[in-house]
């Protein structure tokens, strides 16, 4: 007997996403703290750090800490800040976030 996608828990699915997505961002700032505080800045800027340019010739160029789990693909469609973390967390939990940065 198959398990057909039709029989998936769909909260469930959200409850398993959210804790995976928590537990990834997590992980990620515990390497980064364990990384400074041993001094390893070169590791965090090689590893964490991705530049934003102001693509508009006014705004501010800086860096962010990208917090994807598809680093691999080096595509900035998959690029993630704490603002996409926040905001994926807020639909997977059914929590609004109020306010808008962008």
Request: proline letters at 0%.
């Amino acid at each position: 007997m198959s398990i057909s996608i039709l029989d998936t828990n769909v909260e469930k699915l959200k409850k398993d996403q959210l804790e995976a997505l928590k537990e990834h961002f997590c992980k990620t700032l515990d390497d980064i703290k364990k990384l400074f505080l041993n001094g390893e800045y070169q590791k965090i800027f090689n590893k964490y750090l991705e530049y934003s340019a102001a693509g508009d010739g006014w705004g501010n160029e800086n860096y962010f800490i990208n917090f994807s789990w598809h680093k691999e693909l080096d595509d900035a469609d998959y690029d993630m800040d704490i603002y996409d973390i926040l905001e994926l967390a807020s639909k997977l939990s059914d929590k609004k976030l109020e306010g808008s940065l962008k």
